[in-house]
């Protein structure tokens, strides 16, 4: 039997602004061993009407927001202005789940070490990945049992159960770090993480950091920045491919989440009472067309995760930065500001992440992201793109959201921006929203007629459909 409805309802913060809700720990509960239900491109559109869908997109907004500077009147009556950069006290200094979790991070890290690289002749990803993946796999259990407490492993009221919540945490925490069957890390791996802290989250961990925004900083400063460097150390030291990549033309190989929270970090300061920022920067922020100079860059990504992001396409990149991240070289000439960006970061990992049937189809599903239906949500927009997702000889028709007139996608909510239409979304460099056209920087010119600038990857990172030599 699952719990009330009213234990599992979304809980507004006291600025009204949604927030992720958290489960009553003595209502009754059912766990399910999370698995797979997007088989093929059709099953997408009912996954956009998911309580999944909805529940990352409430956690997504509420990190994001937590993420945008802050400005407050001092007692001399002038704004103070607060920012949250990488190292600062919410890494260095953070409440004890989060530096629970930290430390296996760090522990997961330290496996590489008992895996080293494997040195003999390979096409693509180290085979010794497998052997790195299969130590986390062997030791999830206790892994999670040293640094999570038994409140969350066992939750609910007592009984014998055949699936607790511990078996639906470890199934998101094995699935964030890449495939060890296809040697590939990318969004979806990065989204199955972000589960996992959800996971957390509805199950009371965080409690103990103060709600408003505190704990969701060091959440996002405190565990996923630590998490990318972990995720970033495996894809150099087993050269792993990226996984559902548009290659070029995407945003960047492995990642997106660091472009949404990094781009609020530089976004308009707001009071705690006002949404998150769609236009402006924070004053003396970096331009965003500071992405192309590598050395601003160096000096940024200590601070600033969308630099700390767009430091490590350097490292693995090498030649002009507008041949290989064409996509990013576009948004760097965004006039509007980081809180522009900021938007159209929500509204592209909304089509470009949650939307395509090759990045959420390994997603697996259980009771706390759940694939049953949104009772308020609305039905996605049926376009040609999304007819032409991919299908099994045997497919079904694409299922039917409730009828009714339903309530706007969170992405809506939080940014004003139209409602999720769903896989049909067209894939565009920068998806800014109509009304607003951004040209495109225009691009240097070839030293010489006819010739290119070369554009090669470091050994690390070479392409899906590149061979390691």
Same mark, same amino acid.
């Given at each position: 039997?699952?719990?009330?409805?009213?234990?599992?309802?979304?809980?507004?913060?006291?600025?009204?602004?949604?927030?992720?809700?958290?489960?009553?720990?003595? /209502?009754?509960?059912?766990?399910? !061993?999370?698995?797979?239900?997007?088989? $093929?491109?059709? %099953?997408?559109?009912?996954?956009? !009407? &998911?309580?999944?869908?909805?529940?990352?997109?409430?956690?997504?907004?509420?990190?994001?927001?937590?993420?945008?500077?802050?400005?407050?009147?001092?007692?001399?009556?002038?704004?103070?202005?607060?920012?949250?950069?990488?190292?600062?006290?919410?890494?260095?200094?953070?409440?004890?789940?989060?530096?629970?979790?930290? $430390?296996?991070?760090?522990?997961?890290?330290?496996?590489?070490?008992?895996? @080293?690289?494997?040195?003999?002749?390979?096409?693509?990803?180290?085979?010794?990945?497998?052997?790195?993946?299969?130590?986390?796999?062997?030791?999830?259990?206790?892994?999670?049992?040293?640094?999570?407490? #038994?409140?969350?492993?066992?939750?609910?009221?007592?009984?014998?159960? %055949?699936?607790?919540?511990? %078996?639906?945490?470890?199934?998101?925490?094995?699935?964030?770090?890449?495939? @060890?069957?296809?040697?590939? *890390?990318?969004?979806?791996?990065?989204? =199955?993480?972000?589960?996992?802290?959800?996971?957390?989250?509805?199950?009371?961990?965080?409690?103990?950091?103060?709600?408003?925004?505190?704990?969701?900083?060091?959440?996002?400063?405190?565990?996923?920045?630590? *998490?990318?460097?972990?995720?970033?150390?495996?894809?150099?030291?087993?050269?792993?491919?990226?996984?559902?990549?548009?290659?070029?033309?995407?945003?960047?190989?492995?990642?997106?989440?660091?472009?949404?929270?990094? =781009?609020?970090?530089? =976004?308009?300061?707001?009071?705690?009472?006002?949404?998150?920022?769609?236009?402006?920067?924070?004053?003396?922020? @970096?331009?965003?067309?500071?992405?192309?100079?590598?050395? *601003?860059?160096?000096?940024?990504?200590?601070?600033?995760?969308?630099?700390?992001?767009?430091?490590?396409?350097? %490292?693995?990149?090498?030649?002009?930065?507008?041949?290989?991240?064409?996509?990013?070289? #576009?948004?760097?000439?965004?006039?509007?500001?980081?809180?522009?960006?900021?938007?159209?970061?929500?509204?592209?990992?909304?089509?470009?992440?949650?939307?395509?049937?090759?990045?959420?189809?390994?997603?697996?599903?259980?009771?706390?992201?759940?694939?049953?239906?949104?009772?308020?949500? !609305?039905?996605?927009?049926?376009? /040609?793109?999304?007819?032409?997702?991919?299908? =099994?000889?045997?497919?079904?028709?694409? @299922?039917?959201?409730?009828?009714?007139?339903?309530?706007?996608?969170?992405?809506?909510?939080?940014?004003?921006?139209?409602?999720?239409?769903?896989?049909?979304?067209?894939?565009?460099?920068?998806?800014?929203?109509?009304?607003?056209?951004?040209?495109?920087?225009?691009?240097?010119?070839?030293?010489?007629?006819?010739?290119? &600038?070369?554009? !090669?990857?470091? &050994?690390?990172?070479?392409?899906?459909?590149?061979?390691?030599?």
């Amino acid at each position: 039997m699952e719990a009330p409805t009213s234990s599992r309802q979304p809980r507004p913060n006291s600025g009204d602004f949604p927030v992720l809700e958290t489960w009553d720990r003595s /209502a009754p509960c059912e766990f399910i !061993t999370p698995v797979k239900r997007i088989n $093929e491109g059709p %099953d997408v559109s009912k996954f956009l !009407t &998911s309580k999944a869908y909805r529940d990352i997109g409430i956690f997504v907004l509420q990190l994001n927001r937590a993420m945008c500077p802050r400005k407050s009147t001092g007692d001399d009556g002038k704004d103070k202005i607060q920012t949250f950069q990488i190292g600062s006290e919410y890494e260095t200094q953070p409440a004890q789940s989060v530096r629970r979790l930290q $430390e296996m991070l760090a522990k997961i890290e330290s496996y590489i070490d008992e895996a @080293p690289p494997d040195q003999g002749p390979r096409r693509f990803g180290n085979i010794s990945f497998r052997k790195w993946y299969q130590l986390v796999e062997e030791r999830a259990v206790d892994l999670l049992e040293e640094f999570l407490p #038994d409140s969350v492993l066992n939750f609910g009221p007592g009984g014998e159960r %055949d699936t607790t919540s511990m %078996d639906e945490i470890k199934s998101y925490l094995l699935g964030g770090f890449g495939s @060890p069957q296809r040697l590939d *890390y990318g969004t979806g791996h990065e989204l =199955s993480f972000l589960a996992f802290l959800g996971c957390l989250w509805k199950l009371g961990m965080f409690q103990d950091g103060k709600p408003g925004g505190e704990i969701e900083r060091s959440i996002v400063l405190g565990i996923f920045e630590p *998490y990318l460097r972990v995720v970033r150390r495996l894809i150099l030291t087993y050269t792993l491919e990226p996984a559902g990549s548009h290659g070029v033309w995407g945003l960047d190989d492995h990642s997106f989440q660091p472009y949404i929270y990094g =781009s609020a970090q530089l =976004s308009r300061a707001i009071t705690d009472s006002e949404p998150t920022s769609i236009e402006g920067s924070l004053f003396r922020a @970096p331009k965003p067309a500071q992405v192309v100079k590598a050395e *601003y860059v160096e000096q940024e990504r200590k601070k600033n995760m969308y630099f700390s992001a767009i430091g490590f396409i350097n %490292d693995v990149k090498k030649g002009p930065f507008w041949e290989h991240s064409p996509i990013l070289f #576009d948004i760097s000439g965004i006039k509007d500001g980081w809180g522009k960006i900021n938007k159209g970061m929500i509204k592209m990992f909304n089509a470009e992440v949650l939307s395509k049937f090759p990045v959420v189809q390994h997603f697996h599903f259980g009771s706390l992201f759940s694939w049953d239906q949104d009772p308020t949500a !609305t039905s996605p927009q049926q376009t /040609a793109h999304m007819t032409n997702q991919p299908t =099994s000889f045997l497919s079904m028709p694409p @299922p039917s959201a409730a009828a009714g007139p339903g309530t706007a996608a969170p992405w809506a909510q939080a940014t004003g921006m139209p409602q999720a239409s769903g896989p049909g979304i067209p894939y565009s460099p920068a998806p800014w929203g109509p009304g607003h056209p951004v040209p495109a920087p225009s691009r240097p010119r070839p030293s010489a007629a006819g010739s290119q &600038s070369p554009v !090669t990857l470091a &050994s690390s990172a070479r392409s899906s459909n590149r061979p390691s030599r």
